[in-house]
């Protein structure tokens, strides 16, 4: 295709083509500006800001000028066993939303792909998640939850296991109940990725490989899986970054609570840097974060690569 | 592709479960919200309220400034979806058109800064905007919503633009018509309706956006809806569950009007996006 295009080219018309290719020359830059002077104002620079933030003592409204103090906020940090702990329940958070998440919106995925009935309310049903607003989630699971009012411990009474627990309250339940909202919240996302990725499965291989008499596991080991193995590996790698940094859900939830059960690292540093006021301590914490996800995410990337490439 | 019938049983039911799954607690919360507050009380809510009442939503106008905080939210995801389209836009097609280093850099930088913590992000702008005295206003929100919206703005917008034929706009060059008349005659109606889906796309994510303006805004007078919810939920997590929930609904409609109408095209330009870059 490319060869064609690159032989053709200088063959055929070469005074327009050349011309529009030289006029385009001057474009970019200008063209670029508008969007590229807000990034670098308000988002390349305050990253790097933040960045640096983490190694001063800058505090909220202080009249002394903040001091650079080194790494003394990761030498904190170190010795700080109350973030550790909303360290781990982050990291147990993010993997137990993902991988849940990537299981359900696939299997739902597959089923949208089929020609079945009520497909369109599904689909329609599927999108409702994304759209509502975070805090308006999290409010209508506590809803869901509560323990009297709440339609889980109705359902429970009715079937007579129980129904008396207080779910987002309980030391055991609340981080498991949470997680349960996370997957249900971000597979529209993961869901509509892998529709789209299915879709652009040859129909043909999987008919040939029917043909075959490949049974359905196989077709979808064989055919299916390579086909959406790009989309999937790039929505779950998103899906680890967005989740391991989520706030609003949990934060209307529980707060964090109880006793910190379900303070993810976001909570954490919500609340060092804006009821505390302790800006560089924060900082430290998220450079933290950056850190760890960028980790995770180099683990997971080679891994499945490889894993890949084996298969 | 043949499929035997108990498989298709099978596929049904786990449809209906999804379903299920899916659809309660939304209509568990509107359930809620038009149940007597007697009903609340009692210890066998039913799903379909005994005698639906609209006093819920009386009382959620009453507790808190909803219509005021929905016109501030109003007003930010507004402007914000305009300034972000308006800014992405010539941008998107320079890194469609073009693979420059720029565009490149752009690009990368889409990705790399959705791995950064919005803490990190947020405490450098909250110390800006205090500087430049936006902070706990309107404006300044919409400042950071406008560069929060950015990477997915050029991102779809991008897809919409490779979508165009470059073909189109040399066709229209050989008949003699000059780079902004090629813009505005063949590009920009081919474009329009991608750059419809992105500005209302921007302004759902922006409707919906609750840190942000947790952090930013503090006077109860320019509170976003999201940021007003969380009012109806005391101090001890102890809420007023008829009028949270009537409040709530309310605040969902805007999103779900919006995200019915460009569902398809969102979609289709997320991949588009996503395919060739």
């Not at chain 1, 924060?282 to 084996?310: N, T, Y």
């Amino acid at each position: 295709m490319t060869s064609v295009t690159e032989v053709r080219r200088p063959a055929g018309r070469p005074g327009p083509g050349r011309g529009t290719r030289r006029a385009v020359d001057h474009g970019p830059w200008f063209l670029v500006l508008p969007a590229l002077i807000p990034i670098l104002v308000l988002s390349v620079g305050p990253l790097l800001h933040g960045v640096l933030l983490a190694f001063t003592d800058a505090q909220s409204g202080r009249t002394e000028p903040t001091r650079w103090i080194g790494t003394l906020n990761f030498r904190d940090l170190l010795h700080d066993t109350l973030f550790w702990e909303s360290f781990r329940i982050g990291l147990v958070w993010a993997v137990g939303v993902t991988v849940p998440q990537f299981l359900l919106a696939l299997g739902l995925a597959l089923l949208l792909d089929q020609d079945l009935r009520l497909r369109w309310l599904a689909r329609a049903l599927a999108i409702v998640p994304w759209a509502m607003p975070e805090v308006v989630v999290g409010i209508m699971w506590r809803l869901v939850y509560n323990p009297d009012a709440g339609v889980l411990n109705e359902t429970l009474r009715d079937l007579g296991l129980g129904g008396d627990r207080d779910w987002l309250s309980g030391l055991a339940t609340a981080l498991p109940a949470v997680i349960v909202v996370g997957v249900w919240a971000g597979m529209p996302q993961t869901t509509v990725a892998l529709l789209a990725g299915l879709q652009n499965t040859p129909r043909e291989l999987h008919e040939a490989a029917a043909v075959d008499g490949a049974g359905a596991w196989r077709r979808f080991r064989t055919v299916t899986w390579p086909a959406i193995r790009p989309v999937a590996l790039a929505i779950t790698a998103l899906n680890l970054i967005w989740n391991f940094n989520s706030f609003a859900l949990v934060y209307v939830l529980t707060s964090g609570g109880p006793g910190g059960r379900t303070r993810l690292p976001m909570l954490f540093a919500y609340e060092e840097a804006f009821r505390y006021g302790q800006f560089g301590y924060a900082a430290a914490m998220g450079c933290v974060m950056v850190a760890a996800i960028s980790v995770l995410l180099a683990v997971f990337l080679v891994g499945r690569l490889k894993g890949g490439d084996r298969a | 592709m043949r499929t035997g019938r108990g498989a298709r049983a099978g596929q049904y039911a786990a449809l209906l479960a999804y379903l299920v799954f899916l659809a309660f607690p939304f209509l568990w919360l509107v359930s809620t919200a038009f149940k007597s507050p007697r009903e609340l009380g009692s210890l066998h809510p039913a799903w379909i309220p005994d005698d639906p009442t609209l006093a819920n939503f009386r009382q959620a106008f009453d507790e808190q400034p909803l219509l005021h905080a929905a016109l501030n939210s109003l007003l930010a995801a507004l402007s914000a979806a305009l300034i972000a389209v308006v800014v992405a836009t010539p941008t998107a097609y320079v890194m469609a058109r073009r693979r420059s280093a720029l565009a490149r850099a752009a690009t990368g930088w889409v990705v790399v800064s959705q791995a950064f913590p919005f803490v990190l992000l947020i405490i450098p702008l909250f110390l800006v905007l205090k500087n430049l005295r936006l902070i706990d206003s309107v404006p300044g929100l919409v400042m950071v919503y406008v560069v929060w919206a950015l990477p997915f703005a050029l991102w779809m917008l991008t897809g919409y633009v490779r979508a165009v034929p470059a073909e189109l706009e040399e066709a229209a060059a050989v008949d003699g018509a000059g780079r902004l008349r090629t813009l505005v005659s063949v590009t920009a109606p081919l474009l329009a309706p991608g750059i419809v889906a992105t500005a209302l796309f921007a302004f759902v994510t922006a409707w919906n956006e609750f840190f942000f303006a947790l952090v930013l805004l503090k006077t109860p007078e320019k509170q976003t809806l999201p940021v007003v919810l969380t009012h109806f939920i005391g101090a001890e997590g102890v809420a007023d569950l008829g009028p949270l929930a009537a409040a709530a609904f309310l605040a969902t409609l805007p999103s779900l009007v919006v995200f019915a109408i460009i569902q398809r095209r969102i979609t289709g330009g997320m991949l588009a996006g996503a395919v060739k870059s």
